[in-house]
């Protein structure tokens, strides 16, 4: 008799929410290079598997944050009026909300994934040689950057994706410094301990519209507000330059921008090549390339930032 593993993180099926057990590790055990590469204290490490997520002040200096800005507004001019599939345009206003796939259409980013600053520290906590899952800039415009609503994205890359676990970590690179009131990233402490099961059956093609305003996969307000009473709500406010890295399934969500002040950053997504993504549940197809890794997966490798 052919026997079928039960899903250990079930969720878009049933009538009702519920908080799930965790069933990874946060932080995995060395297996040899990551040791060696280790980038992160005895502190930071206890720090991320407490919370759930880890800030790293000023990680990247004034000239290097100045290059990498520039790219980010270049591919903003290039793209905008391109037609591009990659590019998610703001509800009402029509600016570029995100640009997906950065590491694949932009050498400077390309680069900058493999950034030892960035790229160790992902080795070092998933355990393993990593590649990317995902990658893109948010940039939430001054005056019109509207929210992201609270959301785990392993929920996500778990339904829509077929990620099978919890060995993904996001590191996002403040471009702009971060302040308190244009829309900074916002992070539950300790909620990446706890799964999140939603309600709601996924359309096909959902991320046309989940990437510029998410409807299914959005955890109930209830079970938010357990999470939160538990363990506060952190905001990862920061310099330009400062690196936010979070675990996959750590709830956050981020306010609107109605400074004048824009709030972008380049976002990464380091997945384990021992995680690779397989049949998205509920029989859907698999989101495109641009959003979602298949295809031509190999561990990175480190190399230094080059300022050209």
């Not at 939603?198 to 999470?227: A, F, H, W």
């Not at 939160?228 to 969500?253: E, L, P």
Request: glycine share 8%.
């Amino acid at each position: 008799m052919m026997m079928f593993s039960q899903d250990a993180y079930p969720t878009r099926t049933q009538n009702s929410a519920a908080i799930l057990a965790r069933h990874d590790p946060v932080v995995y055990e060395h297996t040899g290079q990551e040791e060696r590469n280790a980038r992160l204290t005895t502190a930071q490490r206890a720090s991320y598997e407490q919370n759930g997520f880890l800030l790293m002040p000023e990680l990247f200096n004034q000239e290097e944050v100045a290059y990498l800005y520039d790219a980010m507004q270049s591919m903003r001019e290039e793209f905008t009026h391109a037609g591009r599939k990659e590019v998610i345009a703001e509800p009402g206003s029509g600016e570029v909300r995100s640009i997906f796939n950065v590491h694949r259409l932009n050498e400077i980013f390309a680069n900058l994934v493999r950034d030892p600053r960035v790229l160790n520290v992902a080795r070092e906590i998933l355990g393993s040689e990593v590649y990317i899952h995902q990658s893109r800039i948010n940039y939430k415009p001054g005056f019109s950057g509207k929210e992201f609503y609270w959301h785990s994205d392993f929920e996500t890359w778990h339904s829509e994706d077929g990620m099978p676990a919890m060995r993904a970590l996001s590191c996002s690179i403040l471009l702009t410094d971060n302040s308190d009131c244009n829309g900074p990233l916002m992070l539950i402490p300790g909620s990446h301990h706890h799964y999140v099961s939603c309600m709601g059956e996924t359309p096909d093609e959902n991320y046309k519209t989940s990437l510029k305003k998410q409807d299914v996969g959005v955890p109930d307000q209830i079970l938010l507000r357990y999470l939160a009473d538990m363990g506060g709500i952190k905001s990862c406010a920061g310099k330009a330059g400062s690196v936010v890295f979070f675990d996959c399934n750590t709830m956050h969500g981020s306010n609107g921008n109605i400074t004048p002040y824009p709030r972008s950053n380049v976002f990464f997504v380091y997945n384990s090549v021992a995680n690779q993504l397989e049949a998205p549940k509920g029989g859907l197809a698999p989101r495109p390339e641009f959003v979602a890794t298949r295809e031509g997966i190999a561990a990175l490798a480190p190399q230094a930032l080059i300022l050209a």
